[in-house]
T-cell receptor
Framework: NAGVTQTPKFRVLKTGQSMTLLCAQDMNHEYMYWYRQDPGMGLRLIHYSVGEGTTAKGEVPDGYNVSRLKKQNFLLGLESAAPSQTSVYFC?????????????FGPGTRLTVT | RKEVEQDPGPFNVPEGATVAFNCTYSNSASQSFFWYRQDCRKEPKLLMSVYSSGNEDGRFTAQLNRASQYISLLIRDSKLSDSATYLCVGDAGGTSYGKLTFGQGTILTVHP
């Protein structure tokens, strides 16, 4: 099992450009999440999905869109990148045991917007 | 007030030492808690889940005190490879679909 994978690993964008980050998981998890991690801010939830075809906003959704067309994939889009979106982006997926959700993370995408 | 607060450290300990990290949470609806470790420039990795009073896994012991809204992680016989940032994490409570709140992390360095 590859677990959770993310592509690309690194990317540099100019302000105003767009891009899509891909997250894939092979664990048949229902729940998937996108986070950003910035120095001094910890991990913050951008968007999440509770199943194929569903998405919901997290703590910091502005400037991002997501789609979950297939259960195993969760895409994060930046329509018009801004320097404030320079960050490390982590995807996670989760299985459920009762009311316990254990999240497993992908290796991250380092994005720089100039 | 942050929902999950940790002492950022850094903790600098010799090999073989016992070290304890503390964490407090403000959301009384939180049901489950986790400790993740994060190595530099890597993803967080799940270390332990805590949802009853405590959990033990080898050299690691996590305890939960719901009355005081306090979680701890104890590492015994520290190894050089334990050097990392340790994240205290709580769920959002209720029907939160697994949404988690992360502490800012505690940095641990184990030296020879």
């Amino acid at each position: 099992n590859a677990g959770v994978t993310q592509t690309p690993k690194f990317r540099v964008l100019k302000t105003g450009q767009s891009m899509t980050l891909l997250c894939a998981q092979d664990m048949n998890h229902e729940y998937m999440y996108w986070y950003r991690q910035d120095p001094g801010m910890g991990l913050r939830l951008i968007h999440y999905s509770v199943g194929e075809g569903t998405t919901a906003k997290g703590e910091v959704p502005d400037g991002y869109n997501v789609s979950r067309l297939k259960k195993q994939n969760f895409l994060l889009g930046l329509e018009s990148a801004a320097p404030s979106q320079t960050s490390v982006y982590f995807c996670a997926s989760s299985w459920v045991r009762g009311r316990i959700y254990e999240q497993y993370f992908g290796p991250g995408t380092r994005l720089t917007v100039t | 007030r942050k929902e999950v607060e940790q002492d950022p450290g850094p903790f600098n300990v010799p090999e073989g030492a016992t070290v304890a990290f503390n964490c407090t949470y403000s959301n009384s609806a939180s049901q489950s808690f986790f400790w993740y470790r994060q190595d530099c420039r890597k993803e967080p990795k799940l270390l332990m889940s805590v949802y009853s009073s405590g959990n033990e896994d080898g050299r690691f012991t996590a305890q939960l005190n719901r009355a005081s809204q306090y979680i701890s992680l104890l590492i015994r016989d520290s190894k050089l490879s334990d050097s990392a940032t340790y994240l205290c994490v709580g769920d959002a409570g209720g029907t939160s679909y697994g949404k988690l709140t992360f502490g800012q992390g505690t940095i641990l360095t184990v030296h020879p």
